[in-house]
């Protein structure tokens, strides 16, 4: 799996949009970008996946690059309950089932 | 439907003794995976398995092993226990469908401590 870059921790106000951004720069051709979260002393929770496109459910919106080295993760209404910790991974399908967590970014979200 | 459930949620053991742990994945799905989180290593794969089959395995002693049942339940056992394999325990489980569009569930984790 590609190696991912995330910043340690980040804020947002509740209500804004929580860019969370990622950089892969050494993904190859066939990793998907994967996105999990992990609430306090829960498991984590997947939430969105992408290969080239952007993509976006009624989680988030995954922006990926065209060169496709960095991603941002983006929360469009922040709310208290998604402050976790961020984990941008990439990997390829088979590994999927063997997912590499980074250390991932802290978000805070301040009421 | 019923999500990923793990039993117990808590364990307390002594060092030198071995203990098992136990993953119910949602029903229909055929791959389970373990992962050790500790503060200092943060989330680690241990191993994962697909119709009683293991596929991957992580990099671990062999100290830590696992199986799975033909119902897809699956236990992972660690033996002569030490200090370090304080942790909590997390377990996924991933649709029968192999590929990149396959999202991991996971349960709560079991919250191991050694003493």
């Known amino acids: 799996d590609a190696k991912t870059t995330q910043p340690t921790s980040m804020d947002c106000a509740e209500g804004r949009a929580a860019n969370l951004p990622c950089n892969h720069s050494?993904?190859?051709?066939?990793?998907?970008v994967y996105w999990y979260r992990q609430i306090h002393s829960q498991g984590p929770q997947y939430i969105i996946h992408?290969?080239?496109n952007n993509e976006t459910n009624e989680m988030a919106s995954l922006i990926i690059t065209e060169d496709r080295k960095s991603s941002t993760l983006i929360l469009p209404h922040a709310t208290l309950r998604d402050t976790a910790v961020y984990y941008c991974?990439?990997?390829?399908?088979?590994?999927?089932?063997?997912?590499?967590f980074g250390k991932g970014t802290l978000l805070t979200v301040n009421p | 439907k019923a999500g990923v459930t793990q039993t117990p949620r808590y364990l307390i053991k002594t060092r030198g003794q071995q203990v098992t742990l136990s993953c119910s994945p949602i029903?229909?799905?055929?791959?389970v995976s373990w992962y050790q989180q500790t503060p200092g290593q943060g989330l680690q794969f241990l191993f994962e398995?697909?119709?009683?089959?293991?596929?991957n395995k992580g990099n671990f002693p062999g100290r830590f092993s696992g199986r799975q049942f033909s119902n897809s339940r699956s236990e992972m056992n660690v033996s002569t226990l030490e200090l370090g394999d304080s942790a909590l325990y997390l377990c996924?489980?991933?649709?029968?469908?192999?590929?990149?569009?396959?999202?991991?569930?996971f349960g709560q984790g079991t919250r191991l401590t050694v003493v």
């Open positions: 996924a489980s991933s649709s029968n469908s192999p590929g990149p569009n396959t999202e991991a569930f």
């Open positions: 050494t993904i190859s051709g066939n990793e998907y």
């Open positions: 992408g290969l080239k």
């Open positions: 991974i990439a990997g390829s399908g088979g590994s999927n089932y063997k997912l590499t």
């Open positions: 029903s229909g799905h055929r791959s």
């Open positions: 398995y697909f119709s009683e089959t293991q596929r």
